[in-house]
């Protein structure tokens, strides 16, 4: 069985130390769904939500959330993202819109975990804005 990176010898949790690791670019697409009601789903598209714009205070989450990551996943690495992008699109027939959150960086660890925290945290703000 292979040794898990996250634990010491102990058993104990630990930030993995990636300081040997060669810098490279690094890139994560990471997608998701929110499924909602036809008529939300109408309301979403024809800007008739009472909260506002779902899909700019969604994106703006969901990148400021990825940017933040290290703060609510234990043991990430704090990271200076050099790119987050997030797109909706919305699929009329089953009343869902797909989330994509596309996440650069040069460094010396992944960024597959930015990428899902803005995708879950624009899914969210979707939701939260319904």
């Not at 130390?17 to 769904?33: C, F, I, L, P, Y």
């Not at 704090?78 to 992008?85: A, D, F, R, T, Y």
Request: hydrophobic share 40%.
């Amino acid at each position: 069985m292979p040794r898990l990176t996250h634990f010491d010898k102990k058993g104990r949790a630990k930030m993995v130390d990636v300081s040997m690791k060669k810098e490279t670019v690094r890139e994560a697409v990471v997608r998701g769904s929110v499924y909602m009601n036809p008529k939300t789903f109408r309301s979403i598209l024809s800007g008739k939500i009472k909260k506002g714009d779902v899909f700019a205070v969604a994106r703006v989450a969901g990148i400021m959330a990825a940017k933040r990551t290290s703060e609510i996943i234990p043991m990430c690495h704090p990271l200076n993202l050099s790119h987050v992008e997030v797109n909706f699109f919305p699929s009329e027939k089953e009343s869902r819109i797909d989330i994509e959150a596309k996440v650069r960086i040069k460094a010396r660890t992944g960024v597959e975990m930015e990428g899902f925290v803005a995708v879950a945290t624009a899914g969210l703000t979707i939701y939260d804005m319904c």
